[in-house]
């Protein structure tokens, strides 16, 4: 059984900063790229942040210079630190794995979170 536990949201004032926690666990061998999705009340869901195995990064423009993804391979981990945050960054947040491969050999493909909310308001 392998789970994507998201952490770290609340309530933050406008401008203040949340650190995000994914942690994978089960019977993992290797996990691909991780990803972080958010998705306002009305709203498609939205690609913020992805980081592969090796380190690369990449960003949507929305939040590019405000947030910051990272991961510890050891833990099967990924981190989203976001700061100056807005109104607007209010949402549910997940955590994506494009390709989890399991220590059967067992491949999960574009494996989701249940989920953290995050609001900022005052």
């Known amino acids: 059984q392998v789970q994507l536990v998201e952490s770290g949201g609340g309530l933050v004032q406008p401008g203040g900063s949340l650190r995000l926690s994914c942690a994978a666990s089960?019977?993992?061998?290797?996990?691909?790229?991780m990803g972080w999705y958010r998705q306002a009340p009305g709203k498609q869901r939205e690609f913020l942040a992805v980081?592969?195995?090796?380190?690369?990064?990449n960003y949507a423009d929305s939040v590019k210079g405000r947030f910051t993804i990272s991961r510890d391979n050891a833990k099967n981990t990924v981190y989203l630190q976001m700061n100056s945050l807005k109104p607007e960054d209010t949402a549910v947040y997940y955590c994506?794995?494009?390709?989890?491969?399991?220590?059967?050999?067992?491949?999960?493909?574009?494996?989701w979170g249940q989920g953290t909310q995050v609001t900022v308001s005052s």
């Open positions: 994506n794995t494009n390709l989890l491969l399991t220590t059967s050999g067992q491949r999960i493909w574009d494996y």
């Open positions: 089960g019977s993992i061998f290797s996990i691909n790229a």
């Open positions: 980081i592969t195995s090796s380190g690369t990064t």
